[in-house]
């Protein structure tokens, strides 16, 4: 059973692209990981692995802790 902070690297991933107006393509192909594979990790059909971090992060221009940020809550 997946639980929903299972894929909180990911959602952080889709958020921080969709806050850039970013090109997953783009960001994929300066991670320098295939697209297919990026849009599995996009779509939560796979989990971001260990040795992929970095390089998104980068590719995203942000800092590795702002992929493993939690959502704040309302209220």
């Known amino acids: 059973m997946r639980l929903e902070r299972d894929y909180l690297v990911n959602k952080n991933i889709q958020r921080i692209i969709k806050e850039?107006?970013?090109?997953?393509?783009?960001?994929?192909?300066?991670?320098?990981?295939?697209?297919?594979?990026?849009?599995?990790?996009?779509?939560?059909?796979?989990?971001?692995?260990?040795?992929?971090?970095?390089?998104?992060?980068?590719?995203?221009?942000?800092?590795i802790d702002e992929l493993f940020k939690e959502e704040q809550q309302a209220g």
Do not use: H, Q
């Open 20 to 63: 850039k107006g970013l090109k997953k393509t783009d960001v994929a192909k300066r991670a320098g990981i295939k697209n297919t594979a990026f849009w599995m990790v996009c779509s939560c059909k796979r989990p971001v692995y260990a040795d992929e971090i970095c390089s998104i992060a980068a590719a995203l221009g942000v800092p």
